[in-house]
């Protein structure tokens, strides 16, 4: 039995693509690293062109649909004028110690009508607060993440990183609570009570099946071992990625920017297979995207639209039976006699999964151009769930069939369209 997704959650995967900003601390010193316990004082953070609406303006040009911003790293750096932090843009000389980078990023997103995520790393190795007294840190995490959710106004998304989480003892039930309290139509990623979970890799790939119903799901890049969800849950899968080598200093990278073609790819094995795309741009020491990541993204961006905004003109999805859909060239239908045919080289179908993602096993048919009363198989596939792109070599047909040869229930197809991409 097919296990239904939450309206967040269908929400959610509707979102398809998001960009991360990585900014903090750790992009006034290029060439630190994770963990590296490094000193990086306050001090030195800065940001004189700080403009998030350029970011967000930037995202929106490229197709995205939400942004996250990391609020706290693994370093402790505050972002934000916490009072439970000696280590914030409060001990910063940018603007005189009054500003906050959360509240211009918030506005920014609510200006360019942008989904809002905040990310917190529940660990971290730097400011005053030790890690290692589990009680004292108990206070101070969820003081920190009250703020957060206190001050900003509604939040759509919140990004947990479980890395150096690995062995620490939260108080899960107090941080649930407290979160759900503030923030009832929240989605929480990967650690506590999640809608979301972590694909398992940061190079923006979900593998094939994608099943979004899961009993374990990984949490830290620095462990194999995933985390018991304690039975069977509906949790859709986001691929977070980095357009450079880095999360942060973009100075140390210059040459490192990935292609189109590498991120359009890294598209097609996200949003292709069911999942949500994430992918994270480290705006410079100016506190602006540099200008050849920028222009990346809206490639990028344009590259997807190319692609994927009009289809083919073959007609509305029939369902023929129980297992079979089809579209064709004519409203009444494919007429052998006529010359009405298409290169196609790429389907894109999407699954009504309101009760649950059902389709196990799938082919899609062409009917061929002359010998029309015969079909070849173009593609086999796995599950469809929120969307399936599937390539196959160039054909000309004038109809397709979706046949859905394995499946949990009776499957329920929402769309099924034909393209000519490359």
């Known amino acids: ?52 609406k350029q970011w967000v303006r930037i995202a929106k040009k490229a197709g995205a649909k939400y942004a996250i ?17 000696d280590y914030s843009v409060a ?32 660990a971290q190795w730097g400011g005053s607060v030790k890690f290692d007294n589990p009680v004292e840190y108990d206070d101070y995490f969820i003081n920190q993440i009250s703020e957060l959710l206190s001050n900003y106004g509604e939040i759509d998304y919140l990004w947990f990183d479980g890395c150096g989480s690995e062995n620490h003892e939260y108080d899960k039930p ?45 949490f830290s890049i620095l462990t194999e071992e995933a985390r018991d969800l304690g039975g069977q849950r509906y949790l859709p899968a986001e691929c977070d990625m980095k357009l450079r080598t880095t999360w942060f200093d973009c ?18 094995y996200s949003v292709g297979r069911g999942a949500n795309l994430l992918l994270n741009v480290g ?21 997807i639209r190319r692609r994927y905004s009009n289809p083919l003109p073959f007609s509305e999805i029939v369902r023929e039976d129980a297992e079979h859909w089809s579209i064709s060239t004519g409203a009444a239908g494919w007429n052998p006699s006529a010359s009405d045919t298409e290169l196609v ?17 799938f082919r899609i048919y062409a009917s061929l151009p002359c010998y029309t009363s015969k079909k070849i198989c173009v593609y086999i ?27 949990d229930g009776e499957a329920v197809i929402k769309s099924f369209r034909a393209y000519k991409v490359n």
């Open 1 to 52: 039995m097919a296990i239904k997704p939450t309206e967040k959650q269908l929400s959610f995967l509707d979102w398809e693509f998001g960009v991360f900003f990585h900014f903090g601390i750790r992009s006034f010193f290029p060439g630190h690293t994770d963990w590296d316990g490094k000193p990086m004082p306050a001090s030195e953070f800065n940001p004189r062109q700080l403009d998030c």
């Open 69 to 85: 911003l990391v609020c706290k790293h693994h370093d402790g750096f505050a972002n934000w004028q916490s009072k439970y932090s």
């Open 91 to 122: 001990q910063s000389p940018w603007q005189d110690g009054k500003g906050d980078v959360v509240d211009e990023f918030v506005k920014a997103c609510r200006a360019y009508k942008m989904k809002i995520g905040l990310y917190y790393s529940p």
């Open 174 to 218: 107090r941080i649930i609570k407290t979160i759900r309290s503030l923030q009832p139509g929240i989605r929480i990623f990967s650690m506590w009570d999640p809608e979301t979970r972590w694909v398992g890799n940061e190079d923006g790939y979900a593998d094939m099946p994608n099943v979004n119903t899961v009993e374990r799901a990984d």
């Open 251 to 268: 100075e140390a990278n210059s040459d490192t920017i990935k292609s189109v073609e590498e991120l359009v790819g890294c598209y097609e």
């Open 283 to 303: 705006p410079d020491s100016r506190g602006l995207i540099p200008e050849a990541d920028a222009a990346r993204l809206i490639e990028f961006g344009e590259e």
């Open 345 to 361: 080289d790429t389907c894109v179908i999407c699954e009504d999964i309101t009760e649950g993602e059902r389709v196990l096993d």
């Open 381 to 407: 596939g796995k599950n469809i769930g929120h969307k399936a792109i599937c390539h196959f070599p160039t054909i000309r047909t004038g109809k397709l069939t979706l046949e859905v040869t394995k499946s």
